[in-house]
Each structure stands twice: as structure tokens, then as C-alpha cells.
């Protein structure tokens, strides 16, 4: 019998988790903002967004949107695919 092994894929997840999360709290210390404040933003709990900057959680796409149109920069940026923040016309 032939197994085959699955090629891990650790690295696109580890780079994305370096950068999304560390980068959602930059940019709201960046704009002054307290983790509250973003959170009533969001119409969420101080408790579950706290939990998306420290990686404890998965931000839905549908916060990502939101807080794109709130900081006036791209989903690309917040997302750290890139490290332009492309401002939103």
C-alpha cells in the first residue's frame, strides 16, 4: 500500500499570522483608538476582538470589511498581503 504524504503548510499560515495580528493592533494604536472602541465599531465585545489581535480567534471577513471602510486603508493591508496601505477611494 502506497501512502502519500500531505506537503505541510505551515509557512503561508505562519506568515499571516505574524503579520494580521500583530497588524490589527498597530493600526489601531496608530489611530489612537482603544480596543473598546474598535470593538463598538465592530459591534462586538471588548473580550472577542481582544481575542482577534492576540490571535485567539480568526476576525470574520465581514469585520475585516468594516474596519477597512473605518481606517480608510485596503483589506490587503489589514490582512498583511501587502505593505502598502492603499487608502480606499
Do not use: C, W
Given at each position: 500500500m502506497i501512502k502519500f504524504q500531505r506537503k505541510q503548510?505551515?509557512?503561508?499560515?505562519?506568515?499571516?499570522?505574524?503579520?494580521?495580528?500583530?497588524?490589527?493592533?498597530d493600526i489601531r494604536e496608530d489611530n489612537e483608538k482603544t480596543q473598546k472602541e474598535i470593538a463598538d465599531v465592530l459591534n462586538t465585545t471588548y473580550q472577542y476582538y481582544s481575542a482577534y489581535e492576540r490571535g485567539v480567534r480568526?476576525?470574520?471577513?465581514?469585520?475585516?470589511?468594516?474596519?477597512?471602510?473605518?481606517?480608510?486603508?485596503?483589506?490587503?493591508?489589514?490582512l498583511g498581503l501587502t505593505d502598502e496601505p492603499r487608502k480606499l477611494k
Amino acid at each position: 500500500m502506497i501512502k502519500f504524504q500531505r506537503k505541510q503548510q505551515k509557512e503561508p499560515v505562519e506568515i499571516m499570522q505574524k503579520y494580521y495580528y500583530q497588524r490589527l493592533r498597530d493600526i489601531r494604536e496608530d489611530n489612537e483608538k482603544t480596543q473598546k472602541e474598535i470593538a463598538d465599531v465592530l459591534n462586538t465585545t471588548y473580550q472577542y476582538y481582544s481575542a482577534y489581535e492576540r490571535g485567539v480567534r480568526d476576525i470574520p471577513s465581514h469585520h475585516i470589511k468594516t474596519l477597512a471602510q473605518y481606517y480608510n486603508i485596503s483589506a490587503d493591508y489589514l490582512l498583511g498581503l501587502t505593505d502598502e496601505p492603499r487608502k480606499l477611494k
